[in-house]
């Protein structure tokens, strides 16, 4: 099993192989009349992480599904890989996880059923991590390895986090480094140095628990996490549907420090120049580095968070009771010329 690099059977990798943003309006463009349930909170109009529905006893059902082709090579890592990113969309809401179920297509023919069984014992891993059960699912022959989670969650409607609920002047704050896509694409290309793949790796791995915790803070007036489309483009999505534009300062935004190595060598995905291509009229921004950073798929990437302006205190306070010594790296303002300025 040691000799199987699952990168090769794919042509995408993570979050990297998601559609387009400006593709996948239009997949998800209907013409019928919308139907009317009231009892949905979130759905697709927001573009949000998870859906959401209401029980009506004041408890709310998180309802999510993530999943996409390898990013790593070894078999476990990436069923858990996959699985962190899955779980992160109900952290996102502000959830808190309650199951899963595995969504796992497979070449049988191309590569053994013992990998598999890999894949899936590194979720299993995860699972137990996030104090759920890993309670079935379904499989498929398919011609490339694909592996997510389907994810049900629970949350507290007065705890509920959106992405289209951010206010003017909050400030932002991103949990997880940058780069993510940038070094796994060094990685297929044989050019990344072992010590900077690690710490992408655990970087992926690490869930976003926090998010349950953000849910109960009052201060915190909108969520999301950073994944396919880049920050920027997670980013717009909150500034669409708040009516916000955003101005973000690129030396303060979280990033691996040694991306410059690879992005020199052209090490950039597939993704990037997609993402760009969907929402590059609406952002200002100076150079090529900015562009290639900041529109950089992310997998399993960190929570985007939007905390009223005059709780920065408090929410330092906060981050650095849970080890977390992040600053913000932007603010929200009155829409502007663009949606997104980067100085």
Known sequence: MSDIKLTQYSHGAGCGCKISP???DTILHSQLPKASFPQLLVGNESKDDAAVYDLGDGTCIVSTTDFFMPIVDDPSTFGAIASVNAISDIYAMGGEPVMAIAILGWPINKIAPSVAQAVLEGSRAVCAQAGIPLAGGHSIDCPEPVFGLAVTGKIKREHLKRNDTAKGGSLLYLT???????VTTAQKKGIVKSEHFAQATASMLALNKLGSDLGKLPYVNALTDVTGFGLLGHLLEMCEGSGL?????FAKVPRFEFLGIYIEQNSLPGGTQRNWDSYGQKVDLGSDLQRAILADPQTSGGLLISVDLDHETNFTKFLNERGLLI?????????????IIVK
């Open 22 to 24: 400006a593709v996948l």
């Open 176 to 182: 997880k480094p940058l780069g993510i896509g940038i």
């Open 245 to 249: 534009s955003a101005e973000i300062e």
């Open 327 to 339: 600053s913000p790296f932007g603010r929200l303002t009155k829409m502007k010329g663009k949606r």
